[in-house]
C-alpha cells in the first residue's frame, strides 16, 4: 500500500513540472477547489405563479350548466329537497337520498324534505 501511494506522488509530481507554463513563465498554481458547500436554494414558484400549461381548459361555469335550479351533484335533476337544519336546497331526489351530509355545508342531514312541500307565509 506503501508503494502505491509513492508512485502516485511521484506520477503528480511528475505531472506538476511537465505542465505549460503560463505568460509570466511560472508554472500554473493548483487548480482551484470548487466552492464547497450546498447550493443556493431555487426560488419557490406556484404553478399558477409560473403559468404552467396543464392542458386544462378554464371550468364550464356552473350558469351554463343549470345555474342556480339544478343539482350540484349530479348536474342532471332539477334542485328538488332541501337539507334540515342546515336549509340549503342543492340536491335533486335521487341524489338527496344518498347523502347524510349537505354537499355545501357537510353538517349531518337529519332529514331531506321536498322543497315542492315548502311554502312561504
Not at 348536474?75 to 329537497?81: L, N
Not at 336549509?87 to 337529519?110: L, Q, T
Not at 322543497?115 to 307565509?121: E, G, K, L, P
Request: charged residues 15%; aromatic residues 4%.
Amino acid at each position: 500500500a506503501a508503494e502505491a501511494a509513492e508512485a502516485e506522488a511521484a506520477a503528480a509530481s511528475a505531472a506538476r513540472s511537465a505542465a505549460p507554463t503560463g505568460a509570466s513563465g511560472a508554472a500554473p498554481g493548483p487548480p482551484q477547489a470548487a466552492p464547497s458547500g450546498p447550493a443556493p436554494p431555487a426560488a419557490a414558484v406556484s404553478l399558477a405563479d409560473a403559468r404552467f400549461d396543464t392542458g386544462r381548459r378554464p371550468a364550464v361555469p356552473e350558469s351554463t350548466l343549470g345555474g342556480d335550479t339544478t343539482c350540484i351533484v349530479c348536474f342532471t335533476h332539477p334542485k328538488t329537497h332541501v337539507a334540515v337544519p342546515c336549509n340549503h336546497r342543492c340536491s335533486c331526489g335521487p341524489c338527496s337520498a344518498r347523502m347524510s351530509e349537505c354537499p355545501y355545508c357537510r353538517e349531518p342531514v337529519m332529514v331531506w324534505v321536498d322543497s315542492s312541500r315548502i311554502r312561504d307565509v
